[in-house]
Nanobody
Framework: QVQLVESGGGLVQAGGNLGLSCAASGGNILSYTMGWYRQAPGKEREFVAA????????YYGDSVKGRFTISRDNAKKMVYLQMSRLEPEDTAIYYC?????????????????WGQGTQVTVSS
C-alpha cells in the first residue's frame, strides 16, 4: 500500500510560479513511476507529468511542456512539480500519482495510487 500526501498548492497570479511536493510512504519507491495529474471543475482528470524510477526519464502533457518541471528525490521519497509561467487555465486540483512496475502513466486508468489533491488557483 502506498500513501501520497501533496503540499504546496495555493493562489498565484498569472505569470507567476508555484511548486508542489508529494511525500510517499509505503512500498518500495524504487519500484514505481511517480507523476502528477490535475482536474479542473467539470473536466476529466488530465495527465500533467511523470518521472521514471531513476529520474532519468520525464514525460509531460502537451499543455504544460516547457513550463512545468517534474523531479524526484528517492532518498526523501518525494516527487516535485515546479510550475512556471502559470496561466488561469492551470487552475485545478493537482493530484500526486503512482504507477507500479511500469513507466506508462499517461492515462488516469493506469494509476495505481492517488494522493488527496491540492488546489492550485491562478488569477488573471
Amino acid at each position: 500500500q502506498v500513501q501520497l500526501v501533496e503540499s504546496g498548492g495555493g493562489l498565484v497570479q498569472a505569470g507567476g510560479n508555484l511548486g508542489l511536493s508529494c511525500a510517499a510512504s509505503g512500498g518500495n519507491i524504487l519500484s514505481y513511476t511517480m507523476g502528477w495529474y490535475r482536474q479542473a471543475p467539470g473536466k476529466e482528470r488530465e495527465f500533467v507529468a511523470a518521472i521514471n524510477r531513476s529520474g532519468a526519464s520525464v514525460y509531460y502533457g502537451d499543455s504544460v511542456k516547457g513550463r512545468f518541471t517534474i523531479s524526484r528525490d528517492n532518498a526523501k521519497k518525494m516527487v516535485y512539480l515546479q510550475m512556471s509561467r502559470l496561466e488561469p487555465e492551470d487552475t485545478a486540483i493537482y493530484y500526486c500519482a503512482v504507477r507500479l512496475y511500469s513507466t506508462q502513466m499517461s492515462t488516469a486508468s493506469q494509476v495505481d495510487y492517488w494522493g488527496q489533491g491540492t488546489q492550485v488557483t491562478v488569477s488573471s
